[in-house]
């Protein structure tokens, strides 16, 4: 089983920034895709961003588009979520996550990820 544990959440003012670390109990290979989730209160789980390891190739929702960037480090096996010109909409628990796949998809259903780390708390005030 892969654990995941995010960290690098916090408290930031509207046009802030934050990077987000997520940090993986094993090599991770080619064949995954690793992602960012969110989930703000009273609403349901949104796929942010997500990268495919063996290629790069990222993929973001419109939502955060030009203000998000995910990166990896394979040789950390790390995953990053590098924010910046944050809002309050941007407020949520953000997720990392983790798919055996041959697509990669920027999803926030459970059922698209294999294994998600507990979450970091990502606050954004006016």
């Known amino acids: 089983r892969v654990q995941l544990r995010e960290s690098g959440g916090g408290s930031v003012q509207a046009g802030g920034s934050l990077r987000l670390s997520c940090e993986t109990s094993?090599?991770?290979?080619?064949?995954?895709?690793m992602g960012w989730l969110r989930q703000a209160p009273a609403k349901g789980r949104e796929g942010v961003a997500a990268?495919?390891?063996?290629?790069?190739?990222?993929y973001y929702a419109d939502s955060v588009k030009g203000r998000f960037t995910i990166s990896q480090d394979k040789d950390n096996d790390t995953l990053y979520l590098q924010m910046v010109s944050l809002t309050e909409e941007d407020t949520a628990m953000y997720y990392c996550?983790?798919?055996?796949?041959?697509?990669?998809?920027?999803?926030?259903?459970?059922?698209?990820?294999?294994?998600w780390g507990q979450g970091t708390q990502v606050t954004v005030s006016s």
């Open positions: 996550a983790i798919v055996e796949s041959p697509v990669c998809l920027v999803s926030g259903a459970a059922a698209e990820w294999h294994y």
């Open positions: 990268v495919y390891w063996g290629n790069g190739v990222t």
């Open positions: 094993g090599s991770i290979d080619s064949g995954y895709c």
